[in-house]
């Protein structure tokens, strides 16, 4: 047993730093389960066109994910990749926030066990802002690694939406999908990760409900849709007036990936029409909270930004929530 830890007793990090003037995303990773399904196997399931499907909502495909993939392990793939990207031990990462609305139950919670499989010695909780997740949990990284509280904090959003919908229902059934998606938030001489413009408004919760009668999600799409098309602009402008920084002057602008047609709306706000625009609904599908930083990953991918370009998050949805903020690229 020498060298090894006591099981008997707990595992407690206690390095502290102080506070920094900064954080920044040092990696991104993603994981997009195998199975890919187009419009016209989720037309036939939902009963409508598949035509339709594209023209209402953007979406060609999606990720389902396999018996195998849970919410966990999906986490897990997309946090070792994160981790690989930045160059960064498992053992370097002292917090763990896992942002998902679709566990399949309230406990055990996810991010103790995200922890565990890669290896962190860390603080692990669940953070649950449905469609808005990721950038709850990039500002609340953001806030610890300034504060010096955490030193490396992974952030993943992990979603298995396929369980909470029906695919018979053709305002839910169509659209959402599955998947994960992560960065790891470090300290920064200069910051890398700037305010973020957050809100909700729980007037309109009932909005997206999953009741517990059915298990089923249930969405009003058109109120859903006006609310999101013509209430927040004034939030993405907030975003960049506490950045300090022109639309004009992004590189790209990464909105939840819910329908093409809210993101179009949304870009169009900023007047910025050299702004690239962020798609990946359109083969990805409503990933929830995984769909920001899945499609900044692709986004990054593709060649379309680069280390150190400005880049404006935005994730909406139910609650109602809502949350924006400027980062730079990795």
Known sequence: MDGL???RRAVVNTIRRSPG?????AGLGAYRPARVVGNAEAAAAAGVDAQWIEQRVGVRERRYAAEEDT??????????????????SAAEVDTVILATSSMPSPMPNGAARVAAALGCPAAGFDLNAACSG????????????????AGAV??????RMTDWVAPEDRDTGPIFADGAAGALVLPSSEPGIFPVAWGSDGAKADLIVIPRATGRMEIAG???FRW??????????????????????????VPHQANLRIVDALARSLDAPELAVATDIVGSGNTC???VPLALHALRRSGAITSGDPVLLFGFGAGLTYAAQVVHCP
Not at 134 to 149: E, I, Q, S, W, Y
Not at 234 to 251: F, G, M, N, Q, S
């Open 5 to 7: 830890p006591d099981p």
């Open 21 to 25: 003037t900064g954080a920044r995303i």
């Open 71 to 88: 919410v966990v392990s999906m986490a897990v793939e997309a946090g070792r990749s994160a981790l690989q990207d930045a160059a960064v």
């Open 134 to 149: 990721f950038n709850h949990a990039l500002a609340v990284a953001d806030a610890l690694v300034r504060a010096g509280t």
């Open 154 to 159: 992974l952030v993943v959003a992990a979603e």
């Open 222 to 224: 058109r109120r859903v």
């Open 228 to 253: 999101a098309a013509n209430a927040l602009a004034p939030v993405v402008a907030a975003a960049c007036e506490l950045a300090r920084i022109k639309p004009c002057d992004l590189k790209a602008f």
């Open 289 to 291: 909270a995984a769909s």
